[in-house]
């Protein structure tokens, strides 16, 4: 078993579990770790990479910018995952964030996955910070040996393909000749949430507790729509949970799941104009989903 480590000290008591390959790094009392459960696969198996961020205090804690998709070398990511989680021990509350990647082979040979970066701003004096994680190589063995295709196409596939392809002609020149009232362009996900965002920042007029508890109910409304998540009475756990089985990339994950929690705390919290601070989320929330929208 190959091991290498660069952990210093943390202050909690937490008990890791060191893989074939592991690495972490601290600063303060936030920690970055990661780890591959093998140095060497198979071409057609697939293996994972965990990482995971320890801090000292509840999720505001700290403000993180979106991790980017490793850069490797003979490999791709093809599944990802996360999960937050928090609890308390004798110095105080902790909070953890735990990402998973999965990877598969692309060619043979020496395979590499270059070091993850983590910036983060503290709260409330935002002061800036950075960790990063090792390199990590794995040894690839060649794939096996497939058999070989036939290039021989019957006439009959020929004949099947040319009488598809005429009918479906057909029936799209018929479908098109019946359409005379042109469709209503319909409205993405994304679409309506814009524009709710928009009602929401005319009404609340920095009010903020308004402010955040519609936007606890249009966020539950996007998930809904664009992921199918039934948020209708149940917990922000709960619908946390759900989410967290969609496959979609760790960033905008990580950032819904950070609106729903803050929005959640904060509708209950006393009344109060806080125009800044609202009208700040507010664009954070517009610039990320117009990103969504540019890349659909």
Known sequence: MRHNSLRLSLPLKTIWVILLWTASAVANDISLSASIDRTEIKYE????????????GDMSRY??????????QNLKVVGT????????????????????????????????????????????????GELATQRFQVLIAPPLPQPEKSEKVSLTWYIVGGIAIVSFGLTGLIVARRRRVPMEPVKSAE??????????????AGERKMFFTRIYKLLGQYLETRHGVACAGKT?????????????????????????ILAEKEKYAPTGHQPGETLRLATEMENFFKEIQKSA
């Open 191 to 204: 679409d309506i949430f814009l524009e709710g965002l928009i009602v929401i920042k005319r009404e609340s």
């Open 63 to 72: 403000m993180f910018e979106p991790f980017p998709l490793p850069e490797t």
């Open 81 to 128: 995952s996360s999960a937050v989680s928090s609890g308390r021990d004798s110095a105080g509350e902790y909070t953890s964030r735990s990402y998973r990647y999965t990877f598969q082979p692309t060619g043979s040979g020496a395979g590499s996955i270059e070091p993850v970066i983590l910036k983060y701003i503290t709260r409330p004096d935002s002061l800036p």
């Open 45 to 56: 198996e697939k293996f994972q990479m965990d990482l995971k961020i320890v801090w000292r």
């Open 236 to 260: 922000v756990e709960e619908i946390i949970g759900h989410f967290e089985t969609k496959q979609l990339p760790l960033d905008s994950k990580d950032k819904i799941k950070e609106w729903l």
